[in-house]
């Protein structure tokens, strides 16, 4: 399913609760922002309870197809920079492939292995920060005054090592 093309607005997203909808409005105003607009990208809204994620994306690079999953009880709010994040992802799919292939060649593709391990956290958590760096910077960017998720995930974090 392609997505029609849009004239982009300056208007976010809508703050609404979280439905395929919403999710394709984020995806036709940041497609064409992140040169991503060949890609067929399908939204999808995860229900599940014990998901623990905010967001997912599923690659299929070599038919230029992806899919978002969102989870449904997000607070809309955090909707659109949880969407650029996931598109980062596909943007940065390329390199992330290289960098685990890097991986496989040097350490094995065995997961047990202890320095596959640490070269395998190190790098994810490289990959995430970057992605959520250059998200933030995206949205900061774009006018977006809000909270982030990232930030609020950080103070919580902040205040459970404080009371220790
Ligand atoms: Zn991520």
Redesign the pocket.
Known sequence: MKHPITKRTGERCIMKPVDEKSIDECLVKWQPLLSLSDWDIRSIVVQKTNWRKSGDVKIDESNRMAAVMIKSDLDPVYLEQVVV??LL?IKLWGLDQMIEESLNALFGEEDSEGKRIFAQGQFMREL?AT?QDLARALLDASGFKGDYLFNRVQKQIDGEIEKD
Do not use: A, D, M, R
């Open positions: 994040h996931e992802h995430e992605t």
